[in-house]
């Protein structure tokens, strides 16, 4: 997955200015950055539910050119290989836990609804709910919500999994139910990329780090030189001690 | 009096079943299907050629909306044989009544439903919308499958209202010829001389048919909040 040359204007702000960057498959990469820096329009410009005025979009051998108009067959084939995981989950209130999971299946994919179903009870199993199946979405708590939302997300067998700020809603005791989840699925080499504030968290499962300020890349490798206490780098320096309370 | 009652209910009922309802509920179902339909077209954002459009439909909403019912009755059944358009409609256009009072009714319930359903879209969260495309859902299948169970439960009893309003509207349509309920019992009181008593009955039998009504509303409720917080 690669991103060349993106801009994206809302209004008279550039969020995004010249973003090039490589998502490598099999790999956890983190966007970390302070609030409305773009981070989250960058991952939504992966799902293409933000459209950039301009720059190119590889996923696999699909190349877009944002330049010119993305037809609607486009949109839809590279939103079902990039599966989305929303802050507030966006479970589907009308329908069960069950219903959420195999409705992007069934409806999308046309797969055959008990091999949906099944699909999802392994799911289920995997994000610990198995016995949540019939449950309805404003009966789980806010962990369990969005632990169903990573199953949706997987049950559409996508090539990578955006999660937007995935804990930021949760207390800590839910958030951990979650982040373990996403640590499973880190080992199992499921690609990812998450919107964070959680730098804990960030430095265990993180592959590689993107360090996004004003809508610009400050920071794009590995994690070690990242955190690194001696980063060269004084606003990274200053970004990190804040995140993690250590000027108090 | 019981005699007089015994005669003149089923003669009520009768005209109840074959117009009162059978108005009702087609001209609510057409109704609905052009309130959706107008509510989707005003909420696109699609600008250009489209504006056109968007402008008649909302031209419709206002015309409905600010004329009274009785009215718009009489210039459909009376007014429209007048219409006249050479090479189109050289005669005017001549509806039967039951086919004017339908045509009618349903315009007048889609322009109030069109705002039900307009309000009830928009009060769905824009997340649940994202979480639709994202897996691959086109618009009118998000529209479909997520958006609109969930403007059901919000629009479900604003309509109801509609719904109920328009079971008593229909006895508008006697102006018109149409031999429904309300049309019978005028009949009666003329022929029996008992005003107070056949206006009184057939004023229990439309409250008898809304109240039916209130209870399919409340089982409705009951069903689409199963899957709310209970309050």
Not at chain 1, 162 to 182: I, M, Q, Y
Not at chain 1, 230 to 239: A, G, S, V
Not at chain 2, 48 to 60: A, D, E, L, N, T
């Amino acid at each position: 997955m690669k991103l060349t040359n993106i801009n994206k204007t809302f209004g008279n702000k550039k969020v995004l200015k010249n973003i090039n960057l490589d998502f490598p498959t099999g790999k956890t990469t983190v966007l970390v950055g302070p609030s409305g820096s773009g981070k989250s329009t960058l991952l939504r410009t992966l799902n293409l539910l933000v459209t950039p005025e301009c720059g190119q979009y590889e996923f696999e051998k699909q190349k877009l050119d944002f330049a010119k108009k993305i037809s609607n067959k486009e949109k839809i084939f590279l939103r079902q290989k990039t599966g989305m995981v929303f802050q507030d989950y966006n479970l589907f209130p009308t329908k069960t836990v069950l219903g959420n999971i195999i409705e992007g299946p069934t409806q999308v994919l046309k797969e055959d609804k008990t091999h949906a179903i099944t699909t999802a009870q392994q799911l289920l199993q995997k994000v610990g709910l198995a016995d949540y199946a019939t449950a309805y979405p404003h009966e789980l708590s806010g962990g369990q919500a969005q632990r169903v939302a990573i199953a949706r997300a997987l049950a559409m067998k996508p090539k990578y999994i955006l999660l937007d700020e995935p804990t930021s809603a949760l207390d800590p005791e839910l958030e951990l139910s979650v982040l373990k989840v996403l640590l499973q699925l880190a080992r199992e080499k499921q690609s990812m990329a998450i919107v964070t504030h959680n730098m804990v968290f960030a430095k265990k499962i993180a592959d590689k780090i993107i360090f996004v300020e004003n809508g610009e890349i400050l920071y794009d490798g590995s994690p070690t030189e990242f955190f690194d206490p001696n980063n060269p780098n004084q606003r990274i320096r200053n970004f990190i001690s804040s995140m993690t309370l250590e000027d108090l | 009096m019981w005699k007089i009652i015994e005669s003149s209910v089923p003669q009520m009922l009768a005209a109840g079943f074959k117009y009162t309802i059978p108005l009702a509920i087609i001209s609510f179902f057409f109704g609905l299907i052009l309130a959706l339909i107008t509510a989707l077209v005003r909420l696109t954002r699609k600008k250009g050629p489209f504006r056109i459009i968007k402008w008649i439909f909302s031209f419709y909403v206002w015309l409905f909306r600010s004329t009274p019912l009785l009215v718009q009755l009489f210039i459909v059944f009376f007014g429209l044989p007048y219409f006249k358009i050479k090479g189109i409609f050289p005669n005017g256009i001549k509806l039967e009544p039951f086919t004017a009072g339908i045509i009618t009714f349903s315009l007048n319930t889609g322009a109030y439903a069109s705002e039900t359903i307009r309000a009830a879209i928009s009060s769905v969260p824009k997340g649940q919308w994202d979480a639709g495309f994202a897996m691959g859902m086109s618009k009118l299948k998000t529209l479909w499958r997520i958006i609109l169970p969930q403007a059901f439960r919000v629009a479900l009893p604003p309509l109801s209202n509609s719904f109920i309003s328009l079971v008593k509207d229909t006895s508008l349509a006697a102006s018109i010829t149409i031999m429904e309920m309300f049309a019978v019992s005028q009949q009666l009181a003329a022929e029996n001389y008992q005003p107070l008593l056949m206006y009184s009955l057939v004023a229990l039998i439309y409250a008898a048919f809304t109240t039916v009504l209130t209870f399919l509303q409340k089982y409705l409720e009951h069903i689409t909040d199963r899957y709310v917080k209970a309050n």
